[in-house]
């Protein structure tokens, strides 16, 4: 059954250093992507980063990369020179492309607090 | 800019009563999603739908049902609300087809039920 695992409940980070969020997954399915979001504390989830499951690269949005090791079977997402903007919940999710059909799950979440 | 507006921030219904939480999503997106968010769980998937009138069972369904009588609103029911579905509820919608696009989501409602 496909699993999402966020083992951090909350992460300090120091203004304009890096933070990495951990996430590990469980699948059977060769074909899969995994999403991050952020959920600032206004309640809105915000799409952050995509990576495919068969992709070569490390997908890249700006300020974040996701560290993505198919074979341990993790996704971290490194935020680089953190902001206090960037304090809120963070969300790894997976969807299975050729079982999971419609259904996207979530991990637990990690709560960040970037500290001036 | 792509935009899923939920009826209502913020609700406070009593046990036994039957309420409805409203998603409206202007993209023409297929598929739509009703999650309950509470701490330390994450999002999990009460119901939902891959077209028009179409709907199916998440993860946790009981106590709940849904309505998609038009492509841009997806209606969340609470039959008879119990003080355990107090939470946080979210919408979300999606275009079908790739694996790679992402879900929208709306700005949450926070149902407390007294």
């Known amino acids: 059954a496909q699993k999402i695992t966020q083992t951090q409940p909350g992460m300090f980070v120091q203004e304009k250093e890096a933070v990495t969020l951990d996430c590990t997954y469980d699948?059977?399915?060769?074909?899969?992507?995994l999403f991050w979001y952020k959920q600032p504390s206004s309640g809105e989830m915000i799409f952050l980063i995509y990576?495919?499951?068969?992709?070569?690269q490390n997908a890249t949005e700006g300020r974040y990369s996701l560290n993505f090791q198919k074979a341990r079977k993790s996704a971290n997402l490194v935020i680089s020179a953190s902001q206090l903007g960037d304090s809120a919940m963070y969300f790894c999710?997976?969807?299975?492309?050729?079982?999971?059909?419609?259904?996207?799950?979530f991990g637990a979440g990690t709560r960040l607090f970037v500290k001036a | 800019d792509v935009k899923v507006t939920q009826s209502s921030r913020y609700l406070v219904k009593r046990t036994g009563e039957k309420v409805f939480l409203e998603c409206v999503q202007d993209m023409d997106h297929e598929n739509m999603f009703w999650y309950r968010q509470d701490p330390g769980l994450g999002l999990r998937l009460i119901y939902f739908s891959y077209d028009v009138k179409m709907k199916e069972k998440g993860d946790i369904p009981e106590g709940y049902s849904v309505s998609r009588e038009k492509k841009e609103r997806f209606s969340l029911i609470l039959e008879s609300a119990s003080t355990n579905q107090t939470s946080m509820y979210l919408c979300?919608?999606?275009?079908?087809?790739?694996?790679?696009?992402?879900?929208?989501f709306g700005d949450g409602t926070r149902l407390s039920i007294l």
């Open positions: 999710a997976m969807r299975e492309g050729s079982t999971g059909g419609f259904k996207t799950i």
């Open positions: 979300a919608s999606r275009m079908a087809g790739a694996t790679n696009q992402p879900q929208h």
């Open positions: 699948t059977s399915d060769p074909s899969y992507g």
């Open positions: 990576q495919g499951s068969y992709d070569q």
